[in-house]
């Protein structure tokens, strides 16, 4: 057999990982083609590699693979785990189209082009949320910033005019009466979470976090998040097991401007 068949045989059997060297072996002798470029890109997302699954994917649809309603699904789904939204809305509604474009009895099964253009048009809302939020904070900085270098130009020049004060008969204070100060607790922090076949998200609404207030535990049946807010006591958002085992090494922690995810 050929190398391209090699490598086909493997991804039929759902060797993936050995599949990729008989890809090289191919494109070595024969060069790129799109079917070989789909094939690859297939079992480079089925290793979790979705940046080289994107690269192929992308390769394959300039040598006229963008009539392959199997590699823009594909393409869609890298570039949504890569966090490229846009990208990945584009693409699931090009292979969204292809699809529907099928015979109903043709039509791949399970695809949800529906409630992934869902996902995607949310988090193109929350980037631009995000970015909004994160011009809000530049511009309140650069404003307190400014008030308060003006509030100290003014108390340096009210202590440079003030005149000498006259000295006044001493009198014993009145014994002061110390008030309570009242306290406005912030509302408890509360969490989401949505799931696909291989991740699950979860988000947690808190503005303006950094990371050192971000505490993140995950094992494999597992995860427990602790944030502690400016002025406040550590929170326990998360304590609790998970429904099915996770991959601890691929999972990852990101905060953002409004959330953490």
């Not at 040598?63 to 393409?75: P, V």
């Not at 969204?96 to 193109?124: D, F, N, V």
Request: hydrophobic share 40%; aromatic share 8%; proline share 5%.
């Amino acid at each position: 057999m050929s190398a391209l068949e090699d490598a086909l045989l493997c991804c039929l059997e759902d060797r993936f990982a050995a599949a990729l060297p008989h890809f090289e072996a191919h494109f070595t002798t024969e060069g790129p083609s799109a079917r070989a470029l789909s094939a690859r890109s297939r079992a480079h997302f089925e290793c979790g590699d979705y940046v080289k699954a994107m690269a192929d994917a992308v390769e394959a649809e300039k040598l006229g693979g963008a009539a392959d309603e199997a590699l823009m699904f594909r393409k869609a789904k890298a570039a949504f785990y890569l966090d490229e939204f846009r990208t990945a809305l584009r693409a699931f509604t090009a292979g969204h189209e292809l699809w529907t474009s099928m015979a109903e009895s043709e039509r791949p099964k399970g695809r949800k082009y529906e409630l992934w253009l869902r996902k995607c048009q949310a988090e193109i809302e929350d980037e631009e949320a995000e970015a909004e939020a994160e011009a809000e904070f530049e511009v309140e900085a650069e404003v307190e910033a400014q008030v308060e270098a003006q509030v100290e130009t003014e108390v340096d020049d009210d202590v440079e005019n003030a005149a000498p004060l006259a000295a006044q008969p001493t009198a014993a204070a009145a014994p002061a009466v110390l008030q309570k100060p009242v306290v406005s607790l912030p509302p408890p922090l509360t969490y989401s979470f949505y799931q696909s076949t291989q991740w699950m998200t979860i988000e947690i609404s808190a503005r303006g976090l950094r990371e050192e207030q971000v505490q993140v535990e995950m094992e494999q049946r597992k995860l427990k998040v602790v944030i502690q807010r400016d002025g406040q006591e550590p929170e326990t958002v998360v304590d609790a097991p998970l429904f099915a085992d996770i991959n601890v090494e691929k999972s990852k922690t990101r905060i953002k401007p409004t959330k953490v995810e």
